[in-house]
């Protein structure tokens, strides 16, 4: 289960309203590579992962994405907060406003809805690891991409730790492929799928 | 209130907390790193002295440390998100 800690793993004090920037930055709580496919991804992945200690991992990370989810959400939201009327069409949020005012809805960049199919859980060690690794390297290419259009430096401390976790965490994903190769054949570590008991009788 | 002593132990919690957050992902494929072992002694020793002075001086940051008596506190905010201004 989780507790609720009430303190965000990073500060986030934002003065200066931006609704253009927010748009922008709410790609990493509802898009493709964003916080909230991250949590998804490793928190449905660790019921059918080999390693008990890789499972741990997942469990950790996966309680981290949701903590990164939070901060990316309270900087959207002090950037869109008590916006008027002007500074929304000014801004171009209109689009967003119409549907959701002020509040916070998971989508990417572009408008597109956040979905399940933005992560896979495949149920095969390798193979899901080779995902997490992947969706860490986007995340932080996205995290570079936003940092190029920010100025403001409210805005940017947060996104560098944000970015620099994404770092620590495909180190960690790397240390716990090896981990599930370890265990399996050197001479064939993707014969079969390590989690699939009916693979590993053969 | 001591808006000092309150900011600053609510960055000792924030800088320890996150220090364990980082050990404890190290921890999960390093588990025998004597070195990790320690520091996570010494940094996880530190803050729960923190957080136990901040929850006598300025209250709870955790559910489970909410402190009973003629009301329930836990869903006063300040929230987390709302920053400082």
Known sequence: MWSYEKRLQYPVNITQCNPKLAQVIMSQFGGPDGELAAS???LSQRYTMSNPKVAGLLTD??????AHMEIVCAIVHQLTRDLTPQQIVDGGFERYYVDHTLGLWPQSAGGVPFTSTFFQS??????????DMAAEQKARTTY???????NDQEVCEPIKFLRVREIVHFQRFGEALRMIQDDLDCRNFYAFNPSFKCDLAK | MDVMNRDKLFACIMATSFVLDDLRLFLDTHP???EA?????KVEKVRNEAVKEYTKCYGPINMYNVNVEDRWTWAEGPWPWEGRC
């Open chain 1, 40 to 42: 998804q991804r490793y």
């Open chain 1, 122 to 131: 495949k149920g095969d060690p390798i193979t899901d690891l080779v995902e």
């Open chain 2, 37 to 41: 072992l320690d520091y996570w002694r």
């Open chain 2, 32 to 34: 025998r790193d004597q």
């Open chain 1, 144 to 150: 570079d991409n936003i940092l190029r259009l920010v």
């Open chain 1, 61 to 66: 990370i996966g309680t981290e994405e949701m």
